[in-house]
């Protein structure tokens, strides 16, 4: 089998580490080969030409030939910046939030998914555009479910099957799903969910961006509606995030 000694990719800088005294290596999530890591060498040189093309949260063409174990970058080019994330620390820790819930749930080696790069590249845009951060973020997490192969249900009850009711519910992480009250009530594990809270994921699962920006919920039912994303999202890693404390700090 030919070996492809010499490619290119268009790619966002997820996070990176110091590797001797003048190399980095960086965990890239590419359009085209999915998440790989790759060697910058000398990018840490004062006089590196590359070294402002692989910015965290920046997009950039790279040109990488392959190594024994790594590819190295060769050659890299912005496509775009995203400059306001790093002048900007609210900004800043909402793109780290959406860089560390793509890099939680994906894997190297994984078949690349082009719909997953774009749903990163437009999310980390209307961040860095300013937008309405709580909706950019709860629509990036229901569409990166979706994605990834856990995308909720919320019409029908995932114990029983029938539809879901306008009344309050219970959620179920370990079911993946809603439960009717009949059959959520005294589950364990079972969260109460609200039929407003419902309403707003159920609008948010089969809405574009467009139509979910006419969501105009309370400030009390955005609390609610994040803390349910919350305990799915760390049931499903198996671990908490670290930037919703980020994010909470800069708040304060």
């Known amino acids: 089998m030919r070996v492809e000694r010499s490619y290119r990719v268009e790619a966002v ?8 005294e003048a190399d980095r290596l960086l965990v890239l999530y590419t359009r085209e080969r999915g998440k790989i890591r790759a060697i910058a060498k000398g990018v840490r040189r004062m006089r590196s030409r590359k070294a402002g093309h692989l910015e965290p949260f920046s997009r950039s063409a790279l040109q990488l030939a392959s190594g024994r174990d790594l590819s190295i970058i060769t050659q890299a080019e912005t496509v775009d910046a995203y400059s306001s994330l790093r002048n900007d620390l609210k900004l800043m820790s909402h793109a780290a939030y959406v860089i560390e819930l793509l890099d939680r749930f994906t894997f190297e080696e994984e078949k690349s998914d082009t719909s997953l790069y774009r749903l990163l590249t437009s999310t980390l845009g209307q961040i860095a555009a300013g937008e309405d951060m709580w909706l950019v ?15 909720p249900r919320l019409f029908q009850c995932v114990n029983c099957g029938k539809e879901i009711k306008a009344e309050d519910q219970f959620f179920s992480a370990y079911s993946g799903g809603v439960l009717c009250p009949r059959c959520g009530s005294g589950l364990p594990g079972g969260w109460k969910v609200s039929e407003e809270v419902l309403k707003y994921l159920r609008h948010f699962q089969r809405s574009t961006y467009t139509e979910a920006k006419r969501a105009q919920p309370s400030a009390e039912i955005k609390e609610k509606v994040e803390d349910l994303m919350q305990q799915y999202l760390t049931y499903l890693l198996e671990r908490r995030l670290n930037s919703p404390d980020f994010i909470r700090r800069v708040k304060a």
């Open 13 to 20: 800088v997820l996070r990176h580490m110091d590797l001797g």
């Open 137 to 151: 973020l709860r629509y990036y997490e229901m569409r990166l479910l979706d994605a990834m192969g856990f995308r």
